[in-house]
């Protein structure tokens, strides 16, 4: 269980960053072998010396992955000082069974969800919600709220939602809608998916905000040493990666120099979010902990740093 010694509530840290500094944190993955489970747990050890704010584990929505989410979430609980955030979809499960899956997380000491819909698993378009489901991620919000309202609850947001080039009159895209209908259910913050340039995240802030969102939106920020997962990530979240990005890591041949030149350009696009006022800093860690600790010290945010 989470002692009263633990690190402060999320939203009340966002609200404390102008004076304390930007959160940080890490996103991880259920491992799919015994081999990145053991090198899950000891990339964990090494995220939590850097004392970040929280660390959040994605949440699948078949049974074997959502048993290995609830593991993993437990494995921060009992090995590290972190809040950990338990992701939680409602794509695929009835209400009773969400109910049973949020309460098993709150019994294990988690005081922390990012509310989600979800994705329809391959092939099953058009997606209907299960009977008794819930169709959207602001109803989760507000399910979970009525299970326990003193739990802290956070949300995806969609930068890619607006178009490339800006339209003045362009009517609000779903994910703001829906961005306002989070909120609007009892949502405390949201984290964006990827985006590989700075000017993605202010339009999609100032869009937020003239839409009626205040939420504090952290973030989401991939390292950005390695080209080839870049280009998968580019195929998977369909948020292309700027051509002239790809060429730069792709124009060093030797490992140590690519590493540099990926960690100036990741230390370059966090550094001008932070001065766009973002309040924190979420980091897509891919279960490894080099990168996203290379990219902390470049920057200073490494709390733990000695
Ligand atoms: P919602 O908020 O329900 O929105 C989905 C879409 O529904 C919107 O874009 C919009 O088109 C429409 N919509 C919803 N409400 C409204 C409204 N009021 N008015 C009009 N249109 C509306 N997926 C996983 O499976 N597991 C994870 O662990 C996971 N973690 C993630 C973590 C982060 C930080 C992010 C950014 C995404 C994550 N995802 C995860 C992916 C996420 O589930 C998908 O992006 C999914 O397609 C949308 O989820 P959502 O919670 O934004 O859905």
Not at 195 to 214: I, K, L, N, Q
Not at 241 to 250: E, I
């Amino acid at each position: 269980m989470i002692a009263d010694s633990s690190p402060a509530p999320i939203p009340a840290r966002l609200a404390a960053a102008p004076e304390q500094g930007p959160t940080v944190s890490f996103e991880l993955f259920p491992p799919r072998s015994a081999a990145g489970e053991a090198s899950l747990w000891a990339a964990i050890a090494r995220l939590a010396e850097a004392a970040p704010d929280f660390i959040s584990v994605t949440y699948g929505a078949s049974g074997s992955s959502r048993d290995t989410s609830r593991a993993v979430v437990r494995h921060v609980l009992e090995h590290t000082q972190v809040r950990p955030v338990a992701h939680l979809t409602c794509i695929a499960s009835e209400r009773s069974e969400l109910r049973t899956i949020a309460e098993g997380f709150l019994a294990d000491g988690v005081r922390d969800v990012l509310a989600l819909r979800g994705d329809p698993p391959a092939g099953a378009e058009p997606w209907v919600p299960p009977v008794d489901g819930l169709s959207r991620a602001s109803e989760l919000v507000a399910f979970l709220r009525e299970i326990d309202p003193a739990v802290a609850i956070g949300v995806a947001a969609t930068p890619s939602c607006l178009p490339a080039v800006p339209e003045p009159d362009a009517p609000l895209c779903g994910d703001l809608l829906a961005l306002r209908a989070k909120q609007d259910a009892g949502a405390q913050y949201a984290i964006t998916q990827v985006f590989f340039e700075a000017d993605s995240y202010r339009r999609y802030v100032a869009a937020a905000r003239a839409a009626g969102v205040d939420l504090p939106i952290i973030p989401g920020i991939v390292p950005l040493e390695d080209p080839a997962r870049l280009r998968r990530l580019q195929e998977i979240s369909g948020v292309p990666v700027p051509g002239a990005l790809l060429d730069r890591l792709d124009s060093e041949t030797d490992e140590q120099r690519r590493r540099a030149a990926g960690l100036e350009l990741g230390a370059e696009l966090v550094s001008e979010v932070l001065e766009a006022g973002a309040p924190g800093l979420h980091l897509y860690t891919f279960n490894q902990s080099r990168a996203s600790i290379a990219l902390l010290d470049r920057l200073g945010l490494r709390s733990g740093a000695a």
